[in-house]
């Protein structure tokens, strides 16, 4: 079977995600191939939405919100949305591409290519067997103008949301988000943090902002640093991602208390070596924890999907939501001190995580592929 997975680096979530697809494919014996489809016009293109996503979510995240919630408006209006129009211009370099390829499926991990296929599909132009995956806690706006032949969502509760919006029953699947194998490989934490240079007797909480170094990290950081400043049997990790300057700050001020590590493609070593994870409520970057099963804050998400996320994992027992106070940080230390707090979020996440949705969504493509 040839696949396309299709993307775009708008957070580093949808790739993720996609690169998760691929490895099952390749590992079940599979063509896969990853595309952000913006770059068959240009790379400039490309960089130009992914650096206006990100310099938005990072820098002026109220905007953000506002405009998930005209994202929401458009629902209930009865005609299609901006985007949508907006992708007709990627029908023609993406058709071309498709024709010379001849691809069986097209797996899509973020809603834009789905838009530009649907398009593609409604302007009578032949277009593989199509999936959606959904990488957020919630059916994100446009989802329902997409015409996918099925719709892989994060969990069975939340078909109902789909349902709401349009989106046929019949070709919803719950799988889960897909995550990379490296996250569910059980390994042996002390061994972790050796490979990483960490301190064996520590216990470590570590922190991060996602790909972008979003969701107010920095203040997150000084929060901590004052909190747990005496605690010399605790340290911290922050994972600063694609923000250069929060990097360079940290390692100048050169903490011995603090591991400062940059963009890196190994999370789940991070996340097995340390006993508590903070972060903002992304998608892709939450299943990946609750799938490696470590406690779990969720703080400061951006306006949007990210609320969602950060709800449904709190409500479910999969994490605890709040901004960075003295209650939040006395309720973490009591999870770091009680193998029971954190022994019973860990089982709530392993209750309701699919570890294996990358190889589910492999296996659905193969029945579409065979039925076709």
Same mark, same amino acid.
């Given at each position: ?14 790739? &993720?995600? @996609? ?35 990100? @310099? ?12 998930? =919630? ?10 299609? &949305? ?24 097209? %797996? ?20 593989? =067997? ?29 078909? &109902? ?59 997150? %950081? ?15 990790? %922050?994972?600063?991602?694609?923000? =250069? ?73 999969? &994490? ?53």
């Amino acid at each position: 079977m040839d696949s396309l997975i299709l993307s775009c680096g708008t957070g580093g979530g949808h790739d &993720s995600a @996609a690169k998760a697809v691929i490895e099952a494919m390749l590992r079940r014996g599979h063509n896969a191939e990853l595309l952000n489809p913006y770059t068959l016009k240009s790379d400039r293109l490309a960089n130009g939405i992914n650096k206006t996503y990100i @310099a938005t979510a990072r820098h002026t995240p109220r905007t953000f919100g506002a405009v998930y =919630k005209i994202g929401k408006a458009y629902q209930h209006l009865p005609f299609r &949305s901006p985007v949508y129009f907006a992708n007709h211009a990627m029908n023609a370099v993406l058709q071309e591409y498709i024709a010379k390829n001849h691809y069986d499926i097209a %797996i899509m991990t973020h809603l834009f290519p789905a838009e530009i296929l649907t398009n593609m599909k409604r302007h009578g132009i032949a277009v593989p =067997k199509m999936i959606f995956v959904a990488t957020d806690y919630v059916c994100t706006p446009f989802t329902e103008e997409t015409e996918c032949d099925a719709y892989v969502i994060p969990a069975e509760d939340l078909a &109902s949301d789909f349902i709401g919006r349009g989106i046929p029953e019949e070709k919803i699947y719950p799988f889960g988000i897909p995550t990379h194998s490296e996250f569910s490989e059980n390994e042996n934490r002390n061994a972790v943090k050796k490979r990483l240079g960490l301190e064996e007797n520590k216990k470590y909480i570590l922190v991060a902002g996602g790909s972008m170094g979003g969701g107010k990290i920095e203040k997150a %950081i000084a929060k901590l640093r004052s909190y747990f400043a005496d605690k010399k049997e605790i340290g911290l990790i %922050i994972v600063c991602g694609s923000h =250069k300057a929060l990097y360079e700050k940290l390692n100048a001020q050169n903490d011995p208390g603090i591991t400062v590590v940059g963009y890196t493609d190994d999370m789940a070593s991070y996340m097995k070596a340390s006993d508590f994870f903070i972060t903002k409520p992304g998608g892709l970057s939450s299943t990946e924890a609750a799938v490696c099963g470590i406690p779990v804050l969720h703080t400061s998400p951006i306006p949007g999907c990210e609320n969602y996320n950060a709800r449904y994992f709190s409500r479910n027992g999969m &994490s605890i939501y709040g901004n960075i106070t003295e209650n939040i940080l006395r309720e973490m230390e009591k999870i770091l001190t009680n193998e029971s707090v954190s022994s019973s979020m860990i089982a709530c996440q392993k209750r309701r995580i699919n570890p294996s949705a990358a190889d589910d969504i492999c296996r659905l493509a193969e029945n579409l592929i065979e039925h076709k």
